[in-house]
């Protein structure tokens, strides 16, 4: 927690659930934890760099989107760190539930056929993300999020330690390739 004496500053009170450990509005009467969001810079300028990059490349939407999901997050995380409001903090942490369900699906569609489209798997990503927002909107408890924020990372290492085998036979470096 931020030291009791801060100061309120251009955005009012702080509302939102968490309030880091930067003293409050010290460098600026504008943003509540300056370097807690400047920091955010490199969640925002190398990801569009990198959904840019992408799109002249002819990469899937899919690598596009996962780099605007990064971005999103970055700017979610710069208004929070900025004003320390609810809604704010919403800004900041849902889309970090949707974006590691868009790495998920990247991750499980990696040696599938170009340009097609896994329906179920998409709606089952959609469907959990749906539940986490319904479920975090009532119960606005920072543990939750932290705790379903972990199920994504953790599906994620699951099936990378089922995939330590040999690609298939047909060349599957695209996946990873930047050109």
Not at 95 to 104: D, G, H, K, L
Not at 133 to 152: D, G, N, R
């Amino acid at each position: 927690m931020a030291p009791a004496a801060d100061r309120e500053g251009y955005w009012g009170p702080t509302t939102s659930t968490l309030d880091w450990c930067e003293e409050n509005y010290s460098v600026t009467w504008y943003i509540a934890e300056f370097w807690n969001t400047v920091s955010n810079l490199i969640m925002i300028i190398p990801p569009m760099f990198g959904a840019v990059q992408s799109v002249r490349d002819g990469l899937e939407k899919r690598y596009i989107a996962s780099y605007l999901a990064l971005t999103v997050v970055g700017m979610g995380s710069w208004c929070f760190h900025m004003t320390l409001k609810y809604e704010m903090q919403l800004l900041d942490e849902l889309p970090m539930i949707y974006s590691c369900c868009i790495f998920v699906y990247c991750m499980f569609e990696c040696f599938k056929i170009k340009n097609s489209v896994n329906y179920h798997l998409l709606f089952t990503l959609v469907l959990f993300s749906l539940i986490v927002t319904t479920v975090y909107l009532k119960v606005k408890e920072p543990i939750f999020h932290q705790e379903s924020h972990s199920v994504t990372p953790a599906e994620v290492q699951w099936h990378n330690l089922g995939s330590l085998e040999p690609p298939p036979p047909r060349s599957c470096m695209e996946c990873w390739s930047l050109h």
